[in-house]
């Protein structure tokens, strides 16, 4: 039985190994890790076993090709990095996707490590994809500062946690010049989970539940920013739709809606009751026609706030339209009476 430690390492690279080294995989892995060809075939009978590699031709001259698993990892320098490039090179001919998926991953993929080309301020980056028999997942690491610390410094935000919430609703980016600020927002709804870890700080949309979380995870990647991204092989989404999700009609191609996950505007166990909380959370607003406050986990709001969000801000802003969904019996009623006044104008 090989090692764990050095079949593990084996693993990152055997789909790139078997594409470079078809016939004479045995002695590779002999000369690669200093072991018999005999020690060797028996890392090579494991791979198989597991899915890694499928074995063809005669059993005295075998050809090796990538298994229904496939993993590829590789570490790169940001500096002249290009995204499309990478994954064109050297992750795309090695997976086997639908379609759809292989959009979904090239989107994706190219626009998170351009984020950490971009904004990251790191020197590195690892990306890490992976495929077994149901779902493909992407990782995309950086050494950089963070992305929530990057985004609370550059908009003078006083919590890290509203660099986040404003992330979320998407049209926000540091470099408007490169930048529309709709990578991750769309990105995260293209998958079936998306998951960002940075500054200490944890946010991840699950498209299953389409329950997203916050939650503070000190000494967890305090610096740099890890992206997580993950989808079932057999998703019938498309990246077509999910922008169909956010735009005005089927013919208007522009960035028009957005959905607000409500939760996320409380920090720690504080309730939504005041004005200033209310304009935290409508920053950036006009920026869209159509708001969805996503009222889901949030049990009641204050009336102070309710004002300040519907009617104040309904008011002065008649263009931008909110539609409140999943309220309680208690934010309905914060709600109407809020709206109430203005409906009767």
Known sequence: ???????????????????????????????????????????????????????????????????????????????????????????????????????????????????????????????????????????ISDDGVGIFAKIAAALGLPDMRQALFELAKGKLTTDPGKHTGEGVFFTSRMFDSFEISANGLQFNLDASSRHDWLQEAPGVFANGTAVFMRIALDSSRTTAEVYSQFTAAPEDYDFSKTIVPMRLAKFGDEQLVSRSQAKRLIARFDRFRTVILDFADVQEIGQAFADELFRVYGDSHREVELLPRNMTEQVEKMWLRAVGPRSSQ
């Open 1 to 139: 039985m090989a090692k764990p430690s050095r079949f593990a390492d084996l693993l990152w690279t055997v789909t790139t190994d078997v594409a470079e080294h078809p016939r004479d995989l045995t002695r590779h892995y002999a000369d690669r890790l200093g072991v018999s060809r005999v020690a060797a075939n028996k890392y090579i009978q494991r791979l198989e076993r597991e899915g890694w590699i499928a074995r063809s031709g005669p059993s005295t001259h075998p050809v090796f090709s990538p298994g229904y698993k496939r993993k590829v990892a590789r570490r790169y320098p940001l500096s002249g990095l290009e995204e499309h490039v990478v994954w064109e090179k050297d992750f795309r001919p090695h997976f086997s996707l639908d379609r759809n998926i292989q959009s979904i991953a090239s989107h994706g993929f190219t626009e998170m490590v351009n984020n950490a080309i971009d904004h990251s301020a790191g020197k590195s980056v690892f990306i890490g994809t992976s495929q077994d028999e149901s779902t493909l997942r992407v990782i």
